[in-house]
């Protein structure tokens, strides 16, 4: 082979830049961010403003230490949402670190440069295997508005307790007046009352029942509006984004929403339907010790996606004839309530996982 054989490359061919890893530890006002290579030597640790102007600065730096196409971020729904939402705009893909456990920080010790080294390399040594929510859809707009609704019921349902706990301590001939109402009519016969007469003694007492009994009232169906509109916003979003969840028996809107938000705007990110399971504490955790071999519910995974799931099945055990004949064969195969209750959630969990795969718009898994 001669010298003009063996130089086939031209030199002015740009240099093969590493590919290095990403990690990032967020917080409110700053995030942490450190750089490993492929062996896990540290390149460099910096901290950025978490600003999108700090999202820019942090990526640029990160890229000059080579070529960045993974990342570990701690908290991607919350301080690490924004810069979440940047990477992945860059092509980037985004992996949720869990805070390391206490041994490894009893071993190391506990620093934000030392978070974000351990965020990289969790995702180099494969233990972070979760991919980010984009938080850029449709979706992450359910997301919010559930959050409104549910903070919403909550208030709605300290109010109402706090009229009812007036109304033990009310006037006699007040509480025998309004006891025997139902709650929609009981609260607006509450709203009318007027201002009681005086500001002495007895009067004084009333004036102050009907003042406090009149604004519970006018607080509850104010809240009551709020989550109606709500509720009907939810469900135009998922009739728009997920009509296939809405046709099997037991999965209303309220449930939909909820398995919607835990699978995010980027299903692709979970590759099997048993992932989602897991993600939903419906799969089943291997729990063997010796001879004794068996399995146990799994108490992990978004709990919420795991309520959902409860609903579906416990509302097609009463109307479903096909979940009732399933749990009287699995009854009589010796099979208790808890055991079938969790193969029902695990097969809810599959419908679910294959109806959100077919919705259009939604890349295949």
């Known amino acids: 082979m001669t010298t003009r054989q063996r130089s086939t490359s031209s030199s002015t061919d740009p240099p093969v830049r590493r590919e290095v890893v990403l990690g990032v530890d967020t917080h409110g006002e700053v995030h942490v961010a450190a750089v490993i290579s492929p062996l896990g030597n ?19 730096w990160a890229r000059k230490r080579g070529t960045v196409r993974r990342a570990g971020v701690e908290g991607t729904g919350t301080f690490g949402a924004g810069l979440s939402r940047y990477l992945l705009a860059q092509q980037i893909q985004v992996f949720e670190v869990n805070r390391p456990d206490r041994s490894a920080r009893r071993l190391l010790g506990k620093s934000d440069p030392l978070d974000a080294q351990a965020a990289a390399r969790a995702v180099l040594s494969g233990r972070a295997r979760a991919r980010a929510k984009s938080g850029d859809g449709s979706v992450h707009s359910a997301r919010i508005f559930k959050l409104a609704k549910d903070s919403a019921v909550k208030a709605r349902t300290q109010a109402i307790n706090q009229l009812k706990a007036v109304l033990v301590i009310a006037d006699p001939a007040l509480r025998e007046r309004l006891s025997s109402l139902g709650n929609r009519e009981l609260f607006r016969t509450c709203a009318r009352l007027g201002p009681g007469d005086g500001e002495d003694g007895e009067n004084a007492v009333a004036q102050a029942t009907h003042m406090t009994l009149r604004m519970l009232a006018e607080r509850i169906e104010q809240l009551t509006g709020q989550i109606n509109e709500l509720n009907q916003r939810l469900t135009q979003l998922v009739e728009h984004h997920a009509p296939q969840l809405l046709v099997p028996v037991g999965i209303g809107p309220d449930s939909a929403v909820t398995l919607l938000i835990t699978m995010g705007d980027n299903p692709e990110r979970l590759n099997t339907e048993a992932s989602f399971a897991a993600l939903c504490g419906v799969s089943p955790v291997e729990y063997s010790s010796g001879r004794r071999s068996t399995r146990r519910l799994n108490y992990g995974g978004d709990r919420r996606a795991n309520a959902a799931l409860h609903r579906i099945v416990f509302t097609r055990l009463r109307h479903d004839p096909r979940t009732q004949a399933y749990y009287e064969r699995r009854t009589q195969e010796g099979k208790t309530r808890r055991e079938i209750i969790r193969c029902l959630k695990r097969y809810a969990a599959r419908e679910v996982f294959n109806l959100v795969r077919t919705v259009p718009g939604v890349p295949p898994l």
């Open 42 to 60: 540290i390149l460099g640790t910096e901290s950025f403003p978490a600003t999108a102007a700090g999202y820019r600065q942090l990526l640029v």
